[in-house]
């Protein structure tokens, strides 16, 4: 790489002739970027899952100042292989079976290319109108797949938008329903109002409420037990609402989960509905995970009472081959969002938007400029169907189950929390040793620390009520079953290890 | 497409072997796709600029639901053909002149490839190291290129990352100084904080001060003239802002402008500064177009102040061959971010983050989740070199400079403000014409709607202290002087149509 040089004038460099995006130039390097990244994927499992480097090893290898000229797309590649690659954490590794997975397809790159190649803004409908109707399209679609009633869809009286991700949709969702609220009580009684969640709930639920302005004081965080199998409880949700109004506060907006990021579990939607609804509070369905489970008939259940709530999103990079970022959320009232959100300078103004014949999707989200966005979404359910989709969720649930057999099989582990879709909450607790929680935690952290370091999987970790386990999530695009097993095998040889050293 | 078909058993469809994510498929569909991205570009100028499409037009021809067998890519392609593009507004048609340009790049375009592929979800440090690093290592180079000070450096005591938009840009950086107030003067006082900018600057800022739960009635928009070239007068500010604390307000926030977006006014950073140090406000500088041409040392007089200021924000995507989305930003204090923006949950928790060795970027924005965002500036900064870039900014500047030499030398029209970057405000205003506004405006207006219905050029309009303009922003990647010359003559014919039906 070159060093920066400020001192030249305009003349200096003979770059007269730039032109950066010449169609045919292109075509050459995009198929050699096509070729490096298939053999990228080919070759993934050759490298460490997550990544050994130290933190700062970037900045000593690369130059402090971007260079004055050119360099070959063959020094970058081979910068890329050099530099980046063992600098990753290879999300897409089939041994990656961490947080939640990050799922990919081909038919979702070839979305991406093609929503990445046309470029267009679609902040309003004329600036876009494919963008806007082919989401809409889309998001119909899916709230079919997902049989979500009527009051949801563009072809009934609600409709959906593609967030970048579950924060946004929160965030967005609680400023439509605060705006609501305060437009009936004054912004002066702004900070009476309260938010709820359970204390499974993402922690994103109470960045957004600050986000929104809610007082932290009031983002309730309502406890949760193994018993219940970390769900929140409709009684105990009332317990508080009812102490809350009894206190002379607001009871805004229940954010329920339906597959919580510890553990997965699935809050009772209706009965947790019948609450808020008593209240006048806005419920919002956070699926980001669980939530394209219930494409399967088998999963659906955990989707009764969304009828009774206000809003609901899933992330389809999270378990429909989507990749980054996709988070769908659909409303039942979109007015009160476009209410919220929209804005009306003179330089956007146009004949459709003031018809009100069109949808303006700058009005449903935070930002004002956005991608191409459902391109992707629509390569994936054409290229695979809901057939294959549906297979793809079933496939992961059975090598989860397989898993979960293994620990259960092997009387030095234990399953922590009933597994609901595929993810596996586990922990070496040997009967041998003492039932004393810090002893297990501690070997339990060993034993993570010793499968992470040896970089051929990669699980994560949690802790609820207490209890620390580890996380097994089935899900990453390449996984087969020899991956589970392999990883089963590399994780009772760690724990040999370790239980060698402490008897 | 198929149609929904949920009467199945898991039996019914054999698709036991799916593999969505198969290396030689993946390689042998992206060939086709680059192809058929390719040949896009190649064709691009055969397909109407604006969108003739009415609204609603796709469905109709979309089935309600999602297949629920795949379908082939071919049929996928030929859909796009007839369905999609017919129905885009080509923003990377190098006769796109409305809004501001979003640039593209071979580079970029690679670089967003990559990207995508990883798929790598870099919350944290430890998720993705090279993804954070990589990032520091280019919003450092760019902070280089800028002649920003050290202060906003890594390498120095600040630090920059990549947002989607400048919404968000705004949205956390007025989040962080929010919350440092309130920590001073309690929640019971967040009514009282004021914001401020100008009467141009852009509406996402009403929108996102709304969303941080300012009180709509403490939004300033102080008013702007033409006299002023439209930016905000210091004086101005320092009597508004000291009638709000005279009133027992608290100012918070100043948001500049460098290039506001109808007509790339550009606010005096130092004077500004000034005042908002004197009573202790955060000073954002929003420069998400005019920010890039400042890489060219005649360009960057425009950042003299920025000193003084407690973040900067542009968007690559707008002018520096970034694709979206893509906006840099740049903060003095990482720390305050960190302070408002923060999670720590279980699951996320992990030694180099504990240790405070490293950037977690998820603390820098408001969602979790995050792509890798850096390389395809990585790219475009590499492959191009800052020689090129800045050779490109002036090649735009030097046709814009054309296109407003070609306004002047025709008496029927006029330019309405100074041109400062690639962006010609104009209007139509025969001498033999009335002065009467009304009637140049609707003249004007149909002018627009004459233009933009040939196909063959797509303008936008803007309207600023009532006076009513056309916006003429050059830009697109693939625009040549050829189309500013066509543009103008296709302009002028409208303008004889319309005027012949006048006199």
């Known amino acids: ?132 109707e082919l989401e809409m399209v889309v998001m119909d679609w899916l709230a079919n797949m997902l049989k979500l009633p009527k009051s949801f869809m563009f072809s009934g009286t609600g409709g959906g938008v593609i967030q970048s991700t579950t924060s946004e949709s929160i965030l967005v969702t609680l400023i439509a329903a605060r705006d609501r609220v305060v437009s009936e009580v004054g912004m002066e009684n702004m900070q009476k109002i309260v938010v709820n969640g359970s204390d499974q709930t993402h922690s994103m639920f109470t960045k957004s409420s600050k986000l929104a302005g809610i007082n932290p004081c009031n983002i309730r965080s309502v406890p949760t037990s193994r018993e219940t199998g970390f769900s929140l409880c409709p009684l105990m949700l009332r317990r508080v609402v009812k102490a809350d109004v009894a206190g002379g506060l607001i009871p805004l907006y229940l954010c329920t989960n339906v597959g919580t990021t510890s553990t997965t579990a699935v809050d009772p939607l209706e009965q947790l509905a019948n609450v808020a609804n008593d209240y006048g509070m806005w419920v919002h369905v956070d699926a980001a995970y669980g939530g394209s489970a219930c494409i399967c008939p088998e999963f659906r259940q955990y989707l009764n009472g969304v009828e009774r709530v206000d809003s609901f999103s899933l992330s389809p990079h999270k ?144 802790k609820v009520s207490g209890l620390y386990m580890l996380r097994f999530a089935v899900g990453a695009t390449l996984t087969e079953e020899c991956h589970v097993v392999a990883a089963w095998k590399l994780i009772t040889n760690g724990a040999e290890e370790l239980l060698k050293t402490i008897v």
Request: glycine fraction near 4%; charged fraction near 20%.
């Open 1 to 132: 790489m070159g060093s920066l040089d400020m001192n030249y004038n305009e003349s200096s460099y003979p770059c007269r002739d730039f032109k950066p995006l010449d169609p045919e130039e292109l075509r050459k390097q995009a198929h050699q970027m096509v070729d490096f990244i298939a053999d990228y994927y080919k070759n993934i499992e050759s490298y460490p899952v997550l990544s050994q480097v130290q933190p700062g090893y970037l900045r000593t290898r690369f130059p402090q100042t971007a260079p004055y000229r050119p360099e070959s797309l063959e020094t970058i590649f081979s910068d890329v292989a050099k530099d980046i690659i063992p600098g990753m954490t290879h999300w897409l590794s089939p041994n990656f079976f961490a947080f939640f997975p990050a799922t990919v397809s081909t038919a979702g790159f070839l979305g991406e290319m093609l929503s990445t190649s046309f470029n267009s803004v679609g902040f309003n409908w004329l600036a876009s109108p494919a963008a806007t």
């Open 319 to 462: 378990w429909l081959l989507s990749y980054l970022d996709c988070c769908c959320l659909w409303v039942k009232q979109p007015g009160l969002l476009v209410k919220a959100l929209s804005t009306n300078p003179e330089y956007l103004k146009n004949k459709p938007s003031e018809s009100d014949s069109v949808v303006d999707y700058k009005d449903w989200q935070v930002g004002t400029g956005r991608k191409f966005q459902s391109l992707r979404l629509w390569l994936v359910l054409r290229s695979y169907g809901i057939a294959n989709l549906q297979n793809h969720i079933r496939s992961d649930v059975r090598m989860a189950k397989m898993f979960e057999g293994f620990v259960k099989s092997d009387p030095r582990f234990e399953i922590v929390t009933p597994r609901r879709f595929a993810l596996v909450c586990f922990r070496l607790n040997p009967s041998t040793l003492s039932s004393n929680s810090e002893i297990i935690e501690s070997l339990n952290r060993n034993l993570l620390d010793w499968i992470n370091s040896t970089g051929q999987a990669c699980l994560s970790h949690t």
